[in-house]
Nanobody, 129 residues
Framework: EVQLVQSGGGLVQAGRSLRLSCAVS????????IGWFRQAPGKEREQVSC????????YYSDSLKDRFTRSSDNAKNTVFLQMNSPRPEDTAVYHC??????????????????????WGQGTQVTVYA
């Protein structure tokens, strides 16, 4: 059974860093890509980054690439989303999700094999000024 278990998040002051974790089990870690998504109240879900765990290639949305960084610990089957200098507008529920592969070009993510049952449980991030 594929499982993605998230940790981290919570309440953070603007400008202070925050790291989210997504521990993956049930499939070979290096065979899939892991994306991070967020959904703010009243807004559509958006993808913020993804990482191809096979080679570590990481993609970010253009609006966030200067503040968010991705990394992975393949030995622990875990990917991380480091939120540097978060802002109140980053307040949202953050999810990780597994897919066959992902990439980013021309201002949008391209996803292959994103399944509805390969998602983390979500974690609330609230950034206050």
């Amino acid at each position: 059974e594929v499982q993605l278990v998230q940790s981290g998040g919570g309440l953070v002051q603007a400008g202070r860093s925050l790291r989210l974790s997504c521990a993956v089990s049930g499939f070979t870690f290096g065979d899939y890509s892991i994306g991070w998504f967020r959904q703010a109240p009243g807004k559509e879900r958006e993808q913020v980054s993804c990482i191809n765990t096979r080679d570590g290639t990481t993609y970010y949305s253009d609006s966030l690439k200067d503040r968010f960084t991705r990394s992975s610990d393949n030995a622990k089957n875990t990917v991380f989303l480091q939120m540097n200098s978060p802002r109140p507008e980053d307040t949202a529920v953050y999810h990780c999700a597994a897919m066959i592969r992902c990439s980013y070009s021309r201002g949008e993510f391209h996803r292959v094999g994103l399944r509805s049952d390969w998602w983390g449980q979500g974690t609330q991030v609230t950034v206050y000024a």
